[in-house]
């Protein structure tokens, strides 16, 4: 009879000989255990997350001829590639003499974002993510970050690109 009690009893129980009275104490022990090793990989992962943006070495960009002054009328649009081949962004002329630019990929799932004209801010037609003009802020929906902006640079009749802003 004795036999068929330990036949039914899962084998862990040979290797871990505590009695079922004192089984409360010991799970709360484990948990204990389990809580702190797990806090300690959680403190260990972020420690090397925040080293290795530390380590990060900031981006270089070259600087790219991207349209003619007065090539676009005002309210008008150009689009074109940076700081990479395939890297589309959007220049809009705000005004006679003011241009701003941006990655045309939207910061929430990466569709492409377009200039309306009459409301004066580029929309993303994914989700109705809309995003300032001005300065490439979300005005509404669901991206939580900005567009990041094509720093332009005036020489002569030349608009150059010369590095992207994130706004980190
Ligand atoms: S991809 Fe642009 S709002 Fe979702």
């Known amino acids: 009879m004795a036999d068929r009690t330990k036949e039914r009893e899962p084998l862990w129980r040979d290797e871990f000989s505590v009695s079922k ?26 420690l090397w997350i925040l080293g290795k943006s530390w380590l990060r070495k900031a981006p270089v960009y070259n600087r790219s001829a ?7 009328p005002v309210g ?21 003499d003011s241009y701003v630019a941006y990655s045309q990929k939207c ?14 801010r580029l929309e993303c037609p994914c989700h109705q993510g809309y995003f300032s003009v001005k300065d490439g802020s979300v005005l509404q929906g669901p991206p939580t970050r900005p567009l990041p902006r094509v720093v332009l640079e005036r020489s002569g009749d030349q608009l150059i690109a010369i590095e992207m802003d994130s706004g980190a």
């Open 76 to 96: 008008g649009v150009k689009l074109f590639q940076y700081p990479n081949p395939g890297e589309q962004c959007i220049m809009i002329r705000t005004a006679e």
């Open 107 to 120: 910061t929430h799932l990466s569709c492409a974002v377009f200039y309306a004209r009459e409301q004066n």
């Open 21 to 46: 009275a004192d089984e409360r104490y010991v799970s709360r022990r484990q948990l204990a255990k389990f809580l702190t090793l797990g806090s300690i990989g959680m403190f260990a992962g972020n």
């Open 66 to 72: 991207v349209a003619q002054a007065g090539e676009i």
